[in-house]
């Protein structure tokens, strides 16, 4: 096994709570698929929000779907003018046998236009 990492964002609708679970929820989830992932094949995953994302930790949604025992943590993008609103974005640690060039890369909705070049 091999430690890799995963990046994923996803744009909300919204800033409130149930947007922040919802969303993040959808973007773990497409993460673990689309890798071929179970919870035990995460070693960490760190969230960020951009500043307006204040209605709940991102990590509650993780919990929710299974990340029980994964150290999670939570943090606010820099506010950088201009840049896109109602982010979560999220970098796991796996292990995998996957090389690197085969690792997906996740960036739904809005988001995807953050990273044109490997978004799904």
Known sequence: M???AIRGAIQLDATDRDAILEGTAELV???MNRNDLTTDDVISCLFTVTPDLTAEF???AARKT???A????CATEIPVPGAMPRVVR???HVDT???RSEIQHVYLRGAAALRLDIAQ
């Open 70 to 73: 994964v150290p999670l943590m």
């Open 58 to 60: 991102p990590a509650l």
């Open 90 to 92: 999220l970098m796991a």
């Open 29 to 31: 989830t497409a993460v």
């Open 66 to 68: 299974g990340f029980h």
């Open 2 to 4: 091999t430690v890799r």
């Open 97 to 99: 046998d996957r090389p």
